[in-house]
Every structure is written in structure tokens, then in C-alpha cells.
T-cell receptor, first 112, second 112 residues
């Protein structure tokens, strides 16, 4: 039982490059989330998926897209990376409305 | 006013003392409250959740909720150096679907 897994752990991109961050959970959770964490800013929600087949914007969706591939997997895509997207990205999942979230280990992304 | 506010710290306590971490929130109708612990370079880990006014105890941790005053606190008894981490308060407002609002966190340092 791995919980929430994320790949890659580290990534360096040049401005304008694209990439996809992968996330998978094996807890049979319905809801999944993508956050970014910047110093002094706390966790900010980028996108979430309440259940398989649905996705919604969070507070900072600009520059990102997501895909809920199936119940287990939720990916985050940066189409044209910008230095402002340098951050630590966390994927999380929860059973549903209860709200207790379980986080993956994170991806440290640097855009130069 | 931020939706969830925490003192950034650092809060420094001696080993064996009680550490008291506080959090205030702006949406009076919020129903669910969470405390996460985040070690440096790691992902947030859920340690407590509370839904009703009053105290909830789990081992050395006690969460306290006062909805009238719109604050939630976390007490850590018999603090250990291994408790040194950033503690994130999170609040699920009544509106906003699955969105959970995170505070920026309080850094706790327990001196041996």
C-alpha cells in the first residue's frame, strides 16, 4: 500500500518547455487535488477532481491543465513553463466530503 | 484578512513543555478543521481533525475548537525534538465544494 505517489521527484525546465506531473493513489479515494507550495504562501489549490470524470479549477489554475485519467490517476500539465511556476507541487487525495487529505511526496520544479 | 491565519513563528519551547499552536479563520460557517505536520523537505501529514466545539485528544495531541471565536488550536504535550516541524492549519468552508483553505503554517522548534 504505497498511498499517494508522484513522479518525478525533481525537474528542471527551461522557460517555454512543457511537462506532465504524474500522481497515483491506491487508497480507492474519490477525490484528488493538485497544490503548489511557495515559501510564506502556504498550500494553494491549482485544480481538483471531486470524482472520476470531473475536474475543477482551484485558486491558481492559470498555466496548468489536468487530466483525471481514471480513479487512481490525476496528472498536471504545464504547457509552457514560466519562472513563476518554480515551486513544490503536491498531489493529494481524500475519500470524499470528509476532507482529510493524504499527500504525495511532492515534485520540486525549477523553471529557468 | 486572510481566510486562515497562523503566526509564522518560529515558536520555540523546551523539551517536555506544552506547545500551543493557534489558528483563526474568517468564514464563520466553516465546519471541518484539520492540523497537518510538515517536516522540512517533506509533504504534509494529517495529525488531527475536529468538527465539533470543544477538545479532541489523541495521544500527546489535543485539538481545541471554538466556533464562536473562530479559532482552532493544537496543543502538544511533553514536546519532543522530533515534534520540530511546521504545523499547517486547514479549514473546509461551508461553500466551495471540495476546497480546503490552508494557513501558511507555524514553525515549531523543540529544544533538547
Amino acid at each position: 500500500n504505497a498511498g499517494v505517489t508522484q513522479t518525478p521527484k525533481f525537474q528542471v525546465l527551461k522557460t517555454g518547455q512543457s511537462m506532465t506531473l504524474q500522481c497515483a493513489q491506491d487508497m480507492n479515494h474519490n477525490s484528488m487535488y493538485w497544490y503548489r507550495q511557495d515559501p510564506g504562501m502556504g498550500l494553494r489549490l491549482i485544480y481538483y477532481s471531486a470524482s472520476e470524470g470531473t475536474t475543477d479549477k482551484g485558486e491558481v489554475p492559470n498555466g496548468y491543465n489536468v487530466s483525471r485519467l481514471n480513479k487512481r490517476e490525476f496528472s498536471l500539465r504545464l504547457e509552457s513553463a514560466a519562472p513563476s511556476q518554480t515551486s513544490v507541487y503536491f498531489c493529494a487525495s481524500s475519500r470524499g466530503l470528509a476532507g482529510e487529505q493524504y499527500f504525495g511526496p511532492g515534485t520540486r520544479l525549477t523553471v529557468t | 484578512q486572510k481566510e486562515v491565519e497562523q503566526n509564522s513563528g518560529p515558536l520555540s519551547v523546551p523539551e517536555g513543555a506544552i506547545a500551543s499552536l493557534n489558528c483563526t479563520y474568517s468564514d464563520r460557517g466553516s465546519q471541518s478543521f484539520f492540523w497537518y505536520r510538515q517536516y522540512s523537505g517533506k509533504s504534509p501529514e494529517l495529525i488531527m481533525f475536529i468538527y465539533s466545539n470543544g477538545d479532541k485528544e489523541d495521544g500527546r495531541f489535543t485539538a481545541q475548537l471554538n466556533k464562536a471565536s473562530q479559532y482552532v488550536s493544537l496543543l502538544i504535550r511533553d514536546s519532543q525534538p522530533s515534534d520540530s516541524a511546521t504545523y499547517l492549519c486547514a479549514v473546509k468552508p461551508p461553500t466551495g465544494g471540495f476546497k480546503t483553505i490552508f494557513g501558511a503554517g507555524t514553525r515549531l522548534f523543540v529544544k533538547a
